[in-house]
């Protein structure tokens, strides 16, 4: 644990000091652009206080820079709110959120002259989990940007418990305490439909240079734009990638698939990633409707709420509270992490070069990553 603030900061928090998240284990560091796109066909004002629908993003883009500096991992707000929703969602008996409060990122500073960004590199959207802000899954988007890839984490108004803006005003969400299968699915397509419009925009010159301003008015190029997500946001990239053929690839971490694909199908390569010793019954029915290269992994150890920040934030705090552990499986922080970052490495750089295959997704380097198993693979 790293200290870096003064005391009279963390008067709130129950450990010692602010600390800081290992540097992201790919071949680049990252920078970290947070900003929002405005989508005026759309408007949220009967559910929240905006109009247009507003997302909120947090972009990390893989970068050479010789030194990186300590970023705040959540805003304070956020954090106070998402520490006893999380509790109360998930019924732990910790509060995380100092483990938020305190948490650092190591990211290039972008106005350094030493930081040059890689050009243009693919694309990933990333969907939280249904009600969780997409903040909570900032190191594995760092992990997964330094192999390589531009990650945008995504805030879905009406559906994330908690948004705050850069201006500093927050929207609240707050959804079915027992959401239905019915319920998910309508929570999907507002998801799928963020997707689409992020992707619209990154040919807006103007919007990237709002985003970006050291960049300038470009565009990006869309033609390697794929998705990922945990749980619901799994799903969503799913469903996306049934709506819109600019998504050339889809991941999903553990999320139950409630809402109906398209009857002919989905073309483009899918992944789903399983935690330990359950088989979805929704994954089984949709299996069938996945038409390209498709792959069924399990993750030993590991939990549905593994597949977040939770347990990277804990380890580099030093911290393992016996209730939180139970829940979050026993895999050690840096090999998941390890493991996320490479298969989603590899699925996705496979699809955009238009060929699934290489040693690892044909299953044929069991040792790299023993806890690991295939369930099933195939049309590749
Ligand atoms: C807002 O709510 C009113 C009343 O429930 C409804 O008639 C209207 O269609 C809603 N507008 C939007 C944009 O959702
Ligand atoms: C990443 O940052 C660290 C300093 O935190 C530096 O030592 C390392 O060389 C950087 N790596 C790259 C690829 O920029
Ligand atoms: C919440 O957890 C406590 C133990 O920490 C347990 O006694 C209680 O039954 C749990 N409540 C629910 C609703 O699961
Ligand atoms: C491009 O982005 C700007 C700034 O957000 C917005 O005003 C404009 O409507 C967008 N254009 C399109 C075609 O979406
Ligand atoms: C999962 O299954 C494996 C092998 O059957 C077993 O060793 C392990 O204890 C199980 N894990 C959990 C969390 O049930």
Not at 249 to 274: C, E, H, K, N, R
Request: aromatic share 10%; proline share 10%; charged share 15%.
């Amino acid at each position: 644990m790293q200290p870096l603030l003064p005391a009279s900061i963390l008067l709130l928090t129950t450990t010692a000091a602010a600390y800081l998240v290992p540097n992201p284990p790919g071949k680049y560091n990252v920078t970290l652009h947070i900003g929002t796109l405005a989508d005026y066909t759309r408007d949220d004002s009967n559910t929240t206080d905006q109009a247009p629908r507003t997302l909120m993003l947090s972009v990390f883009q893989p970068a050479t820079c010789t030194s990186t500096a300590p970023t705040e991992y959540m805003p304070e707000k956020t954090a106070e709110y998402q520490g006893p929703y999380l509790q109360g969602l998930f019924n732990f008996s910790t509060d995380l959120s100092p483990f938020f409060l305190q948490a650092r990122l190591p990211v290039c500073p972008d106005l350094s002259n030493n930081c040059s960004p890689l050009n243009d590199p693919p694309i990933l959207l990333f969907s939280p989990g249904w009600a969780i802000p997409r903040l909570y899954y900032s190191v594995i988007a760092s992990a997964i940007a330094s192999e390589g890839f531009m990650v945008i984490t995504i805030d879905h108004p009406d559906d994330a418990n908690i948004i705050t803006y850069p201006d500093g005003h927050s929207i609240y969400h707050q959804g079915p305490s027992n959401p239905t299968p019915e319920d998910f699915n309508d929570y999907t397509w507002p998801r799928a439909a963020d997707a689409s419009f992020i992707i619209d925009q990154l040919s807006n010159a103007t919007a990237m240079a709002s985003l970006f301003p050291r960049r300038g008015a470009r565009p990006f190029p869309t033609d390697r734009v794929a998705m990922l997500g945990h749980s619901l946001g799994g799903v969503a990239s799913v469903v996306a990638a049934g709506r819109d053929p600019r998504i050339r690839a889809a991941i999903d971490w553990d999320g139950t698939i409630f809402a109906p694909l398209p009857a002919s199908g989905i073309s483009q390569p899918v992944m789903y990633v399983s935690e330990a010793n359950v088989t979805d019954p929704t994954w089984v029915a949709a299996w069938t409707k996945l038409n390209g290269p498709k792959l069924w992994l399990e993750v030993a150890d590991t939990k549905h709420m593994s597949f977040s920040d939770a347990l990277m934030l804990l380890d580099a705090a030093g911290q393992a509270p016996a209730d939180l552990m139970e829940q979050l499986g026993s895999i050690e922080a840096a090999e998941l992490l390890r493991i996320l970052a490479v298969y989603t490495t590899e699925w996705m750089n496979a699809a955009f070069a238009g060929k699934i295959g290489g040693p690892l997704l044909e299953g044929l380097e069991p040792g790299r990553f023993p806890g690991v198993e295939i369930k099933r693979k195939d049309n590749y």
